[in-house]
């Protein structure tokens, strides 16, 4: 089956900083979603992003499907940013496989 | 709108019982919805597609007769874990696609605890 893979497993940065988080995957896909998961364990859909560009305040997130993977770009960091991001793909309307996720803090 | 709502928030059973967990979609009819399970600090994985009207569709290792879906309406499916032991404890939750093209909407998620 496809995998998914993200990048890196863990990042700490201070508030204010901006970061990048990759997603690559190993196959074509029809769907691509950014998810933030709080502490509570709610998956917060950022972003169905399967190709192309996408904004959304300080989110942003770019898809290359041609060279399979994904980036998700947070400005301006927060402490409320933090939480765990995952990227989950699909190859089908089907059901979408999720990576093993980029843990975030954001210091104060 | 795209709400899926998911009861309960969480539950603790003792060993033995079962434990059965609901996932509605409120503004939308959908024929199929995904279970996924989540053990702390780990990715989620997915259990099981439920169709609507049909018998679910169970990944590979999950045990069918442990973990009973059930899609009876176009509003709701149902997980029932039977027989739980301490190991079923994890976050279970559902998901959804309000509409093709605009990706999955996920519920709030069930926290078991099997004492």
């Known amino acids: ?6 990048s890196p497993p863990d990042l700490i940065l201070q508030e204010g900083a901006n970061s990048t988080l990759r997603c690559n995957f190993s196959d074509s896909v029809n769907n691509l979603q950014w998810f933030h998961q709080n502490p509570w364990g709610q998956l917060i859909n950022l972003f169905y992003i399967p190709s192309g560009t996408k904004q959304n305040g300080r989110l942003s997130a770019t898809t290359v499907a041609t060279e399979r993977y994904s980036l998700l770009y947070i400005s301006s960091s927060q402490t409320t940013d933090s939480g765990v991001y995952f990227c989950a793909v699909g190859q ?14 954001i210091l104060p | 709108g795209a709400v ?12 033995g019982t079962s434990v059965k967990i609901e996932c509605r979609s409120l ?12 053990f702390p ?3 989620l994985m997915l259990m ?3 169709n609507e009207g049909s018998k679910a569709t169970y990944e ?4 069918k007769d442990k973990f009973l879906i059930n899609h009876a309406s176009l509003t709701l499916s149902t997980l ?18 309000p509409l093709r093209g605009y990706g999955y909407t996920f519920g709030s998620g069930t926290r078991l605890t099997v004492v």
Not at chain 2, 28 to 37: D, E, G, L, N, V
């Open chain 2, 60 to 63: 590979q290792g999950v045990e």
């Open chain 2, 80 to 97: 029932t874990v039977t027989s739980a032991h301490p190991e079923d404890s994890s976050f279970y939750i559902c998901s959804a696609i």
């Open chain 1, 92 to 105: 089908t309307h089907d059901k979408i496989i999720f990576g093993k996720g980029t843990r975030l803090h």
């Open chain 1, 1 to 6: 089956g496809i995998q998914v893979e993200q």
């Open chain 2, 27 to 38: 503004d939308f009819q959908a024929t199929t919805m995904f279970w996924y399970r989540q």
């Open chain 2, 4 to 15: 899926v709502s998911q009861h309960p928030s969480w539950v603790i059973c003792k060993s």
């Open chain 2, 48 to 50: 099981a597609t439920s």
């Open chain 2, 41 to 43: 600090k780990q990715s």
